[in-house]
């Protein structure tokens, strides 16, 4: 596909060729000359000021200007993930390395290690997932068939489906209200239906599985993001743009609040910050 | 400082320490619950879709909302240095992990680690060098007083201040965009004051230095986040947010459109993307 | 396996599961008490002097000291390929990070993350690779017809079977040695066996290929390693230790003696250090 | 001076330059052509199976070979800091990002990233302390004297001084051993005199620190390296090259024994492994 799905599928290694005599090559992202600095095109000056950052993003890895309801949907996904306090991998990485008095980036980028195929990868997985149960609508199955027969395929293999369930949330605050907006932004498709019907599906299911497989935040993530168009491995790109913030934020708390060489033991922090608050009427 | 500019000085390295006794510990960023994450004190969810990625992600960093200017002088300044094109180390570092078929985050991590003092590293110089030159302010110098000192003090030192000229750019295109935002949404302070009386002071110099040296970008983005209040390592951490999506889309060209192992030749580039373009009315 | 063969296989990708509760927790590596630490055991201030670096590596990863035979084929293995000049992937990633200014652990780092399946990643494929080979032989095929078939297997495919050919060496120097030296200390087993014979069954197909396609370094590693009894990741980990110093003395040259910034063009360097020297007899 | 320590001063920014024309340039340390390798001048291939590793990382990083006692003097080194269980910083964000499913390479790069001030950087920071303690005796002082003096400042600014006191070990076992054998091999220095007259020094004033001050690993790591002529930040490659297989070890554990996504309690760790056993006579 012309999105860079065709990628190298999960984990298939080429083989190693000889070194490309190196040559004149070819970018297609930015042009960068004297006074002037073209992003996919457009003057970067002009960009600042007139576009948000998630928009700007967007361009950046789409290559086209996202729509209003595009730009409204990507800041939204963006800022689903920003952070979800101490205890995921990235974060624990990212303060760790803090305790040895490293410098910032290098606990960012220490974080940015962690986002394996348990913890961010599962959007990519999910993506590639329901591209899988999309092909069987393809063929003839009707999307309520095809989600029927994914749920099956689950209890069977006893696998939750990625982008399903989540170790603290029963109901993931964060997927109900990105799969509203896509709705009210009529920017859903068919990957984003697909995740609906199978999310009734395994409800159907529940006992099976013994727990309550809600659509968490990756599932509608990656459903929205597949719809979107973006490649496989942008999703998973989405939600390092979306949690580096969070990192950051750790890390500099661990620089400049705790004392060096600390151990860190991750279920046994307090939350010491703002009470709960809402947003001021003028943002809603 | 109440911003934590009081971390670690550059380079200063503390003593070890022994271990502290592993405790409680707290955190002021984000309290997660189930089915119920609060960032900043602020739902979560209810932040999704009414602040831009932005504006949140000056949430996370700063602790409190920003103003609607502020919102908008942050979107800017994270657009302002979203991508340079394929020559920064940082955008080199990530294209040639990806020759390897290493994952796209390994690219980004390694990217990132390329954000050293030459690089993106000159935002937190920059902001220690303008709080130097303020300390002469309160100490009773003009501030014109102050930059003319700063300049001769370069001048005498052979040293260009940090901020100041770009290897490409004889006027940094980014930089004066920001600076006109920050005179609009009247954000700007001391910090970008002194950066453009400074700015002034070199240029009656230009022939010491036998270079033009305006104010780059990044001492705009040093100026202005110092003016927001940002503590010093934030100011990088700006740079970083930044550039991500940049390097994203370098380190998925590159894995996407290039033969694995090719050497890199940084120079024997060409640009063969979007054609320039301007943004559509609806956006000015 | 009980060597940790049975890891994830390539790229699969293991659902996310609720965070274990955090309880006790075993390893079985090293001991650490006031003035007293033991690896695998032993006591490490005894291990000091009396094991060469490579023997004691062994012992970590392997969980037993390595008999005589065994200590020099490891330190052979890990000398040979301790550095491959400027052009591989991690070399360069070392470098460019250096360029920024960056310190030596995160140029080390990054050269670390360039280590794909291109560049040293090839030696866990080679180790999977030779034990899918073997298992041919264990359903009744000779060795022989076993490399028959997998060099059928590779010719059809049109690919070269991992651990073989390299871009720049026709008879890789390293290989030869190793595979001798595995013969002479009769540390050999069914893997290098296997790995001669596809040699020369590859060899006899040289005109199909259209190249030379000798054992490569990787190869050879792959292939003794896997005779070692090393779980397929440590194969990788063994190139890894291996490539450091090489890694170190990269960027360190990088650091000390080029200019902040440069562009590095990888094939426009030239070799300016000692000419070509033998080892003093005692060495021999 | 030639070793390389006239490299950055820890901290210092040079100031960012015009990005160099790429043209040919140069290097000292491998040359590479086909089926021809030279490391520093030797050919690899001559060099596996003669020299141990640590010798050829010694030539690596250092140009020449060692002689026989330094190349028992660096592999002694290299095995004094390859583990030291699961609580250092490095070894906590290796497993970490273990916990995520990363591959082993990604976990590595994060432990090499946990290398900061305070855990590994003591090696330099002891190198540069030490230099500066010897001018004072290139300026006249006896030796005891210039301990004397570091001794006194050390209580006044009430700092430990770097490679002095373990938060675990009263008397670092590691320590002892390798001072025990530069004396033995007649490889110590000044560096390594001035280290034993400052520990003499310093527990003369044990009451005012309040806890005992013997040399460390660190310590005797570091002085050994700048009597042998390391360069600065090369003494923390040293380090850097000693722990990998630690990093390996605890990474391949973490990632074949463990379950994903567990959070890690750095204290509550039990050693499960090989009771205390001696090495076998031949090993003394």
Redesign the interface.
Known sequence: MSN?R?????????????????????????????????????????????????E??YL??M?E?PT?AIG?MF??I???S??????P??T??AR??A????????????G???????????IE?CMRFLDAGLSLVRNGHALQQAAEQLAEDAVRAR??P?GFGH????????A???LQ?ALELEVEGEHVRLMRALEQALQARERQFGRPLAINADGAIAAISADLGF?Y??G??VF???R???L???A??E??T???????????????????????E???
Chains 1, 2, 3, 4 share one sequence.
């Open positions: 860079g065709n990628g190298p599928p999960q984990g298939q290694e080429r083989r190693a060729q000889p070194r490309a005599a190196s040559g004149r090559w070819q970018t297609a992202i930015t042009s960068v000359e004297p006074n002037r600095i073209l992003v996919r095109g457009f003057p970067l000056d002009e960009m600042v000021g007139r576009l948000s950052f998630a700007a993003a950046l890895l290559g200007l209003a409204k800041n939204a963006l800022v689903s920003i952070d979800h306090g101490v205890t991998p990235s624990l990485a760790t390395v305790t040895s008095g490293a410098p910032l980036k290098d606990c960012v980028a220490a940015v290690l962690a986002f394996g195929p348990h913890h961010g990868g599962d997985t696998e939750i990625p170790r603290i949330h029963a109901r993931d605050p964060r109900g209200r990105l907006m490649a491995e942008l998973n790109a390092l743009i979306s580096l913030p969070g950051i934020a750790h500099h708390e620089r400049t705790e004392a060096p060489m600390r151990l860190i033991t991750p279920s046994e922090h307090d939350y010491h910050g703002a009470p709960e608050r809402r947003l001021p003028t943002r809603k």
